[in-house]
Structures are given as structure tokens and as C-alpha cells.
């Protein structure tokens, strides 16, 4: 069955920098787009990056965008996000996610909190 399993999650002072990263199974990884989301306490839960399945095209949030990397590596069926310049805002459980045959699959999350 799909499995998806987040890691890299954190504490990082405002301004620091952490990679979280997705290991995906269960699905043919490099024919599916990926997502990463996040979910902020009190907040619904928003896209933050995308990733067309050869990894050609990415999409941001406004809210991320420059500060945040979104890549894949499809022989190690693994999704990344490159996290720079963190601010107290970005604090949040980041989700990986995958849209199998309609059907969308999600990780467990990792915890990033940004705080001094």
C-alpha cells in the first residue's frame, strides 16, 4: 500500500534552515506529482510546494516562495523540501502528499517550529 514517511522536522532559531525529506512506496513514485503541506496550530492545513513527477515544473505558496526549495529524487523514491531563511511563521507539521488514482495519501508529518 502507499506509505509515506517524513522526517527532518525540527527546532530552528529565525533565519536557520532545515530539508525535510519524504520516503514514498507503495506507488509507482515517478509517475506522480508530490506535495508538500503544512498545517499550522488553529490553522487549516495549506499547500506549501509541488512537484511534477520528472520534477520539470514546481509551484510555491507566495508565502514561500524564494525561501523554500522542493525537489525529488525518483531512483530513491524520495521528495525533499529545502527550507531557508525560516521565519517564526513557518512554524507548523509539514506533510508529504500523493494523489495515487484519485486518491490522496498522506504522511504522518515532522514538526518544524521556529523560535529563538
Known amino acids: 500500500q502507499v506509505q509515506l514517511v517524513e522526517s527532518g522536522g525540527g527546532l530552528v532559531q529565525p533565519g536557520g534552515s532545515l530539508r525535510l525529506s519524504c520516503a514514498a512506496s507503495?506507488?509507482?513514485?515517478?509517475?506522480?506529482?508530490m506535495s508538500w503541506y503544512r498545517q499550522a496550530p488553529g490553522k487549516e492545513r495549506e499547500l506549501v510546494a509541488t512537484?511534477?513527477?520528472?520534477?520539470?515544473?514546481?509551484n510555491y505558496a507566495d508565502s514561500v516562495m524564494g525561501r523554500f526549495t522542493i525537489s525529488r529524487d525518483n531512483a530513491k523514491n524520495a521528495v525533499y523540501l529545502q527550507m531557508n531563511s525560516l521565519k517564526p511563521e513557518d512554524t507548523a507539521v509539514y506533510y508529504c502528499?500523493?494523489?495515487?488514482?484519485?486518491?490522496?495519501?498522506w504522511g504522518q508529518g515532522t514538526r518544524v517550529t521556529v523560535s529563538s
Open positions: 502528499n500523493a494523489r495515487v488514482n484519485f486518491v490522496d495519501y
Open positions: 507503495g506507488f509507482t513514485f515517478s509517475s506522480y506529482r
Open positions: 512537484i511534477t513527477s520528472a520534477g520539470g515544473s514546481k
